[in-house]
T-cell receptor, first 110, second 112 residues
Framework: QQQVKQSPQSLIVQKGGISIINCAYE??????FPWYQQFPGKGPALLIA?????SEKKEGRFTISFNKSAKQFSLHIMDSQPGDSATYFC?????????FGSGTRLQVQP | NAGVTQTPKFQVLKTGQSMTLQCAQD?????MSWYRQDPGMGLRLIHY???????DQGEVPNGYNVSRSTTEDFPLRLLSAAPSQTSVYFC???????????FGPGTRLTVT
């Protein structure tokens, strides 16, 4: 049973455009929703995270939008840059364990 | 501060061989975990530990053993490797009440 569903699987965006990645979860007990960024050959690194008591969190060009009633959250990358090209994973946590989405490979074309 | 380190970076095994993937962290984190990453499936939790001497199973524990004798180290053992265990393995750690997990660079394992 996949508890966190992520889409799209891959995404191509032009430089300066907006990248949007969506995730949906099933378990209402999840209380922490991070996004991880992974470059080839590297481990995932925390990009931004949100708790369910807020609807949006922004850090620089990265924004998480959270819809508790719909059990969905999304990552928006504004002014996308070629350096943002990576695989992005959403995740959800209840306690200490993380449940990951399947990942989105983002390619930002110059 | 090296963070989370993993060895080896790459390993090729034959079916039935055993090996241990090493993981160490120097951040005095209580919580450590092992994930495997397969294409299209994200990262799946294999085993985790909330402190020295305490381990528990994650989502996909079959075929793997762990132990935690010290705070710093959390090795993952494959007793009899199978081709289905071909994957990239990541170790992660997390401290205290913090939610952020720090991941190691990964070990790419191929079982033929």
């Amino acid at each position: 049973q996949q508890q966190v569903k992520q889409s799209p699987q891959s995404l191509i965006v032009q430089k300066g455009g907006i990248s949007i990645i969506n995730c949906a979860y099933e378990n209402t007990a999840f209380d922490y929703f991070p996004w991880y960024q992974q470059f080839p050959g590297k481990g995932p690194a925390l990009l931004i995270a949100i708790r369910p008591d807020v609807s949006e969190k922004k850090e620089g060009r990265f924004t998480i939008s959270f819809n508790k009633s719909a059990k969905q959250f999304s990552l928006h990358i504004m002014d996308s840059q070629p350096g943002d090209s990576a695989t992005y994973f959403c995740a959800a946590s209840k306690g200490r364990a993380l449940t990951f989405g399947s990942g989105t490979r983002l390619q930002v074309q110059p | 501060n090296a963070g989370v380190t993993q060895t080896p970076k790459f390993q090729v095994l034959k079916t039935g061989q055993s090996m241990t993937l090493q993981c160490a962290q120097d951040m005095n984190h209580e919580y450590m975990s092992w994930y495997r990453q397969d294409p299209g499936m994200g990262l799946r939790l294999i085993h985790y530990s909330v402190g020295a001497g305490i381990t528990d199973q994650g989502e996909v524990p079959n075929g793997y053993n762990v132990s935690r004798s010290t705070t710093e180290d959390f090795p993952l053992r494959l007793l009899s490797a199978a081709p289905s265990q071909t994957s990239v393995y990541f170790c992660a750690s997390r401290g205290g009440l913090a939610y952020e997990q720090y991941f190691g660079p990964g070990t790419r394992l191929t079982v033929t």
